[in-house]
């Protein structure tokens, strides 16, 4: 039976009747849902030029403020960075009024080594005032109906029953920034050398000494050994040493492994992003500030490099004279005060290093690092001083180990974002 032309008309009518109906309801959906995805990258897109306007006005207004040691050099770097980075087509806008949130001053501090930092706000106004201790800039960055910049206007406004969003980010900058004070020990045991002689060898064997007088060191005179002119017991030790038993070169004095540590540490400093200044006193029986606090390092070196060795061991004496370089108009009122005391001995002259840490400690916002140095040094005290200056104690048995803990103080001086 042949279908009638005028079925197959009402049946496509049908079909496509029942296809516009579909689209009328499908189009609405998936523009809606286009709007949708439209507005929530718009959001995450904004959200993301906020985090990195946030993070780089906080490092600014951080290292800035190191740099100047002023709360309005601060609050101005931070003002100026954010405008630099635009959120949503515009500068970020953070008001460097001091009264304001956008841009706080305080501590960063954690629990423990793995514990999360917490920051603790230190009014704007007691930071420029007292001169207080700041480690931390918190820049809270927000496009808000109470901020500079104000809200921002989602694209397609009705999809979400309101017309605009209001996204906030907060980032913490800490500053570790320090003034760092270096007491040397350069008393007479810093001269001696350790040769750590080869199984069954004695510098005194026949065979040793006859080497020593064919090579000029000594001489027999009516039975007696004797040093030849201008030669001594460390010159015959350093020719058995390199010459006759061939080890390489003689070893350093503890004085020589000491430079090489601070030139080790000033090298690390050197490297790091943020602004170290450093000073020098050392002591034997009595103690000298010998270079106030300074950027230039290699003047540091240079005056390294003047210093003898000699006399008692006065440590005390030594840190009385490294804390004068924190009175000093080099040093900053913000930066962090750090005196690192070394020896390589016993305390035996003057006043002792745990009386004059207390004493310090009650009068100045600083910490103490103790650092010994070969097996004739006094751990134990050390480590109390240490104890008492709310730092840390470092042992070295070599002139390798010496560079490495100079060089871990020196790289225990990060600068992060904390949040």
Do not use: C
Request: glycine share 8%; net charge negative.
């Amino acid at each position: 039976m042949k279908t009638s032309p005028f079925q197959n008309d009402r049946s496509r009518s049908r079909r496509l009747g029942g296809v516009t109906v579909l689209l009328a309801v499908v189009l609405p959906m998936l523009a809606i849902l286009a709007a949708f995805a439209i507005n929530a990258a718009h959001i995450q897109m904004v959200r993301t030029e906020l985090a990195i306007a946030s993070d780089a006005a906080a490092r600014s207004a951080g290292r800035t403020f190191s740099e100047e040691q002023t709360v309005e050099a601060a609050l101005n770097a931070a003002k100026a960075t954010a405008a630099l980075n635009n959120v949503n087509g515009e500068p970020l806008q953070l008001d460097a009024a001091t009264n304001t949130l956008d841009i706080e001053f305080g501590e960063s501090s954690q629990n423990d080594s793995y514990g999360r930092f917490q920051f603790s706000k230190i009014p704007t106004s007691q930071v420029d005032g007292n001169k207080l201790t700041v480690s931390s800039i918190r820049v809270n960055a927000k496009r808000s109906t109470d901020s500079l910049s104000g809200p921002v206007r989602f694209v397609f406004p009705t999809v979400f029953a309101k017309s605009e969003f209001t996204p906030s980010f907060t980032s913490v900058a800490m500053q570790v920034d320090r003034d760092i004070s270096l007491v040397l020990d350069r008393s007479g045991s810093m001269e001696w050398k350790t040769y750590d002689w080869p199984d069954g060898f004695s510098p005194w064997s026949s065979d040793a000494i006859d080497a020593g007088v064919d090579a000029g060191q000594l001489y027999w005179k009516r039975g007696n050994l004797k040093y030849s002119s201008g030669k001594n017991e460390e010159s015959y030790y350093d020719y058995l040493w390199e010459d006759f038993l061939e080890l390489g070169d003689s070893p350093n004095t503890p004085w020589e492994d000491l430079v090489l540590a601070v030139h080790a540490f000033l090298n690390v400093l050197d490297q790091t992003p943020q602004n170290e200044q450093v000073s020098i006193a050392s002591y034997s029986s009595s103690g000298t500030l010998d270079a106030w606090l300074t950027h230039d390092f290699e003047a540091i070196k240079s005056e390294l490099a003047t210093l003898n060795t000699g006399g008692s061991t006065g440590i005390g004496n030594g840190m009385n004279q490294g804390i004068r370089a924190f009175d000093h108009t080099n040093a900053r009122p913000f930066a962090s005060k750090t005196m690192v005391v070394m020896t390589d001995g016993n305390h035996n002259s003057g006043t002792y290093p745990d009386t004059v840490a207390s004493s310090l400690m009650s009068n100045y916002n600083m910490n103490i690092q103790t650092v010994t140095f070969g097996s004739g040094a006094n751990q134990a005290d050390m480590r109390e001083v240490a104890e008492i200056g709310q730092g840390k104690h470092y042992h070295a048995d070599s002139g390798d180990e010496l560079v490495g803990a100079f060089e871990e103080i020196a790289n225990n001086l990060p600068t992060i974002l904390t949040q």
